[in-house]
Every structure is written in C-alpha cells, then in structure tokens.
C-alpha cells in the first residue's frame, strides 16, 4: 500500500481556474505538509498541519488554502490560478512536527497554460 | 517496494569529524538524478548537493561530497569538518527522466558538540 498518496499525479489548467489537489496518508501520522518545488528542484515549505491546526504557514498568496478533513488528508486548493503556480507539489507526512521521518508524496505536476 | 532506502534512521557525530550518511536506490533506467535535501526544524528542505548519473565525478560542494556507485546503486552524503549547525534530518532523493522524484525516509543527524 501506498503510504502517502497524492492525486492527480499531473494537472493541466487554464489561467484563473480553481483546481484542487488530494493527499491521503496511512501511516496514522498527525502531521501532514505540502511543499512546492521549482524548476531547479528547490523544495518550499508551504503548510503544515498538526491535528487540524495550521501550525506553519509561509509567505504563500491566499489563493492557496489547505483543507484537512481528517487526519489522514490534508487537501491543497489553489483559487485564480497563475502562470507562476506551474510547479510540481508534494506532500508528506510524519510523526510530530520536526527531526522525524518523513514520507512523501509522488508529487503532483501541475501546469497553468 | 521503497525505491529509495536510507538504512540509518539516527546518526551522530562529534564536531569537526566527518560522517557518512547512506542511500541506495532502485531503478532500471540508465540516466536520472540524485540529491541530498537536508530539513532543518523549521521542516524546510534545503538542497545540499545533487548528482547527474551520466557523470561519474562525484558531486562537491563545499564540506558536503557523494561517494556515488552506479553499479551498487549506491548514493552517499559524506560531511567534512561537521559543524553543530548540521544537526538536521537529510533526506535522499532519485529522480528518474520522467521527472518523478522519490524520497528516502531520512536520517536524523546529531551533531555533538
């Protein structure tokens, strides 16, 4: 079984559209997180959520917005796409909040024409 | 099956020693690319080092260098001159051509001063 999965695993979208993507984990971990990586493979940390609360939230636009249902999904919905949202998402998920193991994602590569 | 194996979840080292963090992966391709990502608290992942397969020079920069083995598909992370500001989780990477990367678990390293 996939441990941490993500979907789609590839979205293409129009400017200005509202997109989502869906993270599932099966580990029983509390905390969940999505980064945003570039073309150069930098990877940013966008959210994190501890049993329901964002506990981290950088500098991103408030078009991006983490929905978490329930512990084992952290969903990441992106309003008004932009050209620059172009990127690939992963998401991961560990026991606690910092210096454990982490799983992730397979990423999701989406692209705004 | 894990693609990537980081087999030490915890290491430690003194100051200014140096310490060997191990990855091995598992592909049938012949070209892709390797990385070192370390994750300090703040759970952002910073790229360390990166390696292309096509080039058998190992990868430097700086204190970090790869001991890359093709053959064994084998990928480690040797730091020089450790300094307590390394204490982080590093993660492993491998990115096939289709530019689906995949993590290792991470190791946990400890820098003791």
């Known amino acids: 079984d996939t441990a941490v999965s993500q979907t789609p695993k590839y979205l293409v979208t129009q400017m200005g559209n509202d997109k989502s993507i869906k993270c599932e984990q099966n580990?029983?971990?509390?905390?969940m997180y999505w980064y945003k990586q570039d073309s150069k493979k930098f990877l940013k940390i966008m959210f994190s959520?501890?049993?329901?609360?964002?506990?981290i939230n950088e500098t991103v636009p408030n078009r991006f917005s983490p929905k978490s249902p329930d512990k084992a999904h952290l969903n990441l919905h992106i309003n008004s796409l932009e050209l620059g949202d172009s990127a690939v998402y992963f998401c991961?998920?560990?026991?606690?909040?910092?210096?454990?193991?982490?799983?992730f994602g397979q990423g999701t590569r989406l692209t705004v024409v | 099956a894990q693609t990537v194996t980081q087999s030490q979840p915890e290491m430690s080292v003194q100051e200014a020693e140096t310490v060997t963090l191990s990855c091995t992966y598992d592909?049938?391709?012949?070209?892709?690319?390797l990385f070192w990502y370390k994750q300090p608290p703040s759970r952002q992942m910073i790229l360390v080092i990166r390696?292309?397969?096509?080039?058998?020079q190992n990868a430097t920069e700086n204190r970090f260098s790869v001991n890359f083995q093709k053959a064994a598909k084998s990928f480690s992370l040797k730091i020089s001159d450790s300094q307590l500001g390394d204490t982080a989780m590093y993660f492993c990477?491998?990115?096939?051509?289709?530019?689906?990367?995949?993590f290792g678990a991470g190791t946990r390293l400890t820098v003791k001063p």
């Open positions: 991961a998920s560990s026991q606690g909040h910092s210096n454990t193991e982490a799983f």
């Open positions: 580990l029983g971990h509390d905390t």
């Open positions: 959520y501890n049993n329901k609360e964002l506990i």
């Open positions: 592909t049938s391709e012949s070209n892709y690319y």
């Open positions: 390696q292309e397969a096509y080039k058998q």
């Open positions: 990477a491998f990115m096939e051509e289709n530019n689906d990367m995949r």
